[in-house]
């Protein structure tokens, strides 16, 4: 293993002491571990929170700032942040407009910010949970723990976070947070593995002539394993699998204030049709370079423009990474009024600027 | 030996904290086959963090308050999916234990049920599921068909251990329907469930400590 690292104990605190140096914006507390802004919540704005295992920098940590993430909570490398840092991470941003917790559909993640949101709930802070399960490689959510939430985290951060900024309230939050996730589909491939610095091996063997359809953020097999391929196919391949994706219906497990505990509710995302408006995202897995994105863009918008889908945004570069991956994924949310809306608004973080 | 008292089962938590220790790799292989290669990694951090609080731990008032500080120490500690949980685990198993300061096997048996139950609730798997379920599920019936039998203490963790190990080895043949270990479907056929595996070796734990 060849990697930029001191101790391997001291990836997570010195990377946080890093950005802390690097953005002056931000603060970083490390008893528990989480990142806020510098400046304090406005009074009664809801405040925006994720978090999750560490490895897939600039996510969730990047993001925190004005017109986007309020805190965030890294994990160590692959692994969920646990309750006690998502609650006290919660108190120290809260002020009297509820907290909404963003939960990319990992079993870990999904349960440690359960808890977070109960013991909040139990002490009178509103606290809702949304997921995002949108890749679309998991065919099957009966016999699996679901789809998997990862590049939609990205485009719902920006979108509710600005949301958030301009006086949503926590429903209405919560609302929009599930319009995205249900507009959202996902599906990345990768080239090689990747190597977590505690393990000091790769994640999973891939010879070199082979790809890995379908991966997910932390190397989870996905669909199938191929010869490698042309830039070209393999965008072909990802593309495809997003725009003929059918109806999926999942159920979610969310806050209930009336009764005070978790309520069933189901959540359908309809399959994309000619004529959409999307945001498109083609995100490096962490080592591949900006150049293979933009061949990867170009036949995205070729394939999209034929079926007529037009891609009325975009974002192409690293911004939910696997590490030291090489691969990508793309992403496709359809926009509409309200999330272009909050899309375009002013956004100033480490990993997203723009309209200031 | 009729009943376990707050000494031996600090033992056991300094017991279990070694056994982590030892197989921090092992359950870090098993983990990398089907999962994310961090669960050996997570539990010898959670465990050691319960083995530095064992001076605090032994003084505790009675066994509730041991296996809730011992659960919270394990959610904070652990992260991942293990974290809540084992953590819920102890914390269940507290809840039935107010002002007990020793255990008999109808203790044992109790707060282990309620401990499981609460860990299916949080972690919505049933057996069958390729998950440390395997193993905790068929261990309560074990000390429910020990306290019909009358057995001893000792006699019960013995045949506790075998039931968990059956268990264990049980995930090996079952294809992996929670956590990151589902996405393999098929490919997740025979390798052993490392969730189980910790939860055999925390049991084994307790009986090599209570001898």
């Known amino acids: 293993m060849k990697k930029l690292i001191n101790k391997v ?53 990047g993001f925190v700032g004005e017109g986007m993430l309020d805190a965030a909570c890294p994990g160590e490398v692959f692994t969920s942040p646990t309750p006690d840092q998502m609650y006290e991470c919660a108190k120290a941003v809260e002020n009297g407009g509820g907290v909404l917790f963003l939960v990319k559909n990992y079993t870990g993640d999904v349960m440690n910010f359960e808890m977070a949101a109960e013991m909040l709930n139990s002490e009178g802070i509103e606290t809702q949970n949304i997921l995002i399960d949108d890749d679309v490689a998991v065919k099957d959510s009966l016999y699996t723990a679901g789809r998997r939430g990862v590049g939609t985290t990205v485009i719902m951060e920006k979108i509710v976070g600005a949301a958030a900024e301009a006086g949503y309230n926590l429903e209405e939050c919560a609302k929009l947070a599930r319009k995205v996730n249900s507009r959202g589909r996902s599906m990345g491939m990768a080239l090689t593995s990747c190597t977590v610095p505690a393990a000091g091996k790769p994640n999973f ?3 070199e002539d082979e790809i890995e359809i379908g991966v997910g953020i932390h190397g989870e097999p996905g669909r199938k394993r191929i010869a490698h391929t042309s830039a070209d196919e393999i965008t072909a391949i990802l593309t495809n699998a997003i725009l003929e994706d059918e109806d999926y219906t999942r159920d979610l497990n969310e806050w209930d204030i009336e009764s005070s505990g ?19 995202m083609v995100n490096s897995l962490g080592s591949t370079p900006v150049s293979e994105l933009y061949a990867v863009y170009r ?37 509409d009024e309200e999330i272009l809306k909050f899309w375009d608004s002013p956004v100033n973080t480490p990993g997203l600027r723009w309209g200031k | 030996m009729k009943t376990i008292n707050i000494s031996q089962l600090i033992k056991w938590l300094e017991k279990a904290a070694l056994v982590m220790q030892e ?11 089907i999962g994310d290669a961090d669960h050996g990694f997570n539990m010898e951090r959670g465990f050691n963090k319960v083995r530095e609080k064992l001076d605090e731990l032994s003084n505790s008032k009675d066994i509730a308050s041991l296996f809730k500080n011992t659960g919270m120490t394990l959610i904070s500690s652990i992260g991942g999916a293990s974290g809540p949980l084992y953590g819920t685990l102890f914390l269940q198993a507290s809840m039935v234990l107010k002002d007990k300061t020793e255990l008999n096997l109808i203790d044992l048996k109790n707060c282990l049920e309620n401990g499981v139950n609460g860990v299916k609730l949080r ?20 000390l429910s068909d020990s306290l019909n039998a009358n057995l001893s203490i000792n006699e019960a963790l013995e045949n506790l251990v075998k039931v968990a190990e059956k268990g264990m080895t049980s995930t090996t043949d079952l294809i992996a329907k929670k956590g990151r270990a589902s996405y393999l479907g098929e490919r997740s056929i025979g390798h052993q469930d490392a969730g189980a595996t910790s939860s055999y070796l925390i049991f084994k734990s307790l009986k090599e400590a209570i001898n």
């Open chain 1, 299 to 335: 036949k995205l918008d070729e394939i999209c423009t034929e079926k007529k889908i037009s891609l009325v945004r975009n974002l192409v570069g690293a911004y939910i990474t696997a590490l030291d991956m090489q691969g990508c994924s793309v992403t496709l949310v359809r926009a």
């Open chain 2, 123 to 142: 972690g919505k798997a049933s057996v069958g599921d390729k998950t440390m379920i395997d193993v905790l599920d068929p261990a309560i019936q074990s």
């Open chain 2, 23 to 33: 197989n921090k790799d092992y359950l870090t292989k098993l983990d990398s086959d």
């Open chain 1, 9 to 61: 104990e001291d990836v997570i605190v010195e990377q946080m002491q890093g950005m802390a140096a690097a953005h002056p914006n931000l603060k970083i507390n490390l008893e528990p571990k989480y990142i806020v802004r510098n400046e304090a919540t406005k009074k009664g704005k809801v405040v925006i929170i994720s978090g999750g295992g560490s490895g897939h920098e600039p996510m969730h940590g």
């Open chain 1, 262 to 280: 978790w309520k069933k509710t189901s959540l359908t995302s309809e399959s994309f049709k000619s004529g959409d408006k999307m945001i498109a």
């Open chain 1, 205 to 207: 063997e891939i010879d």
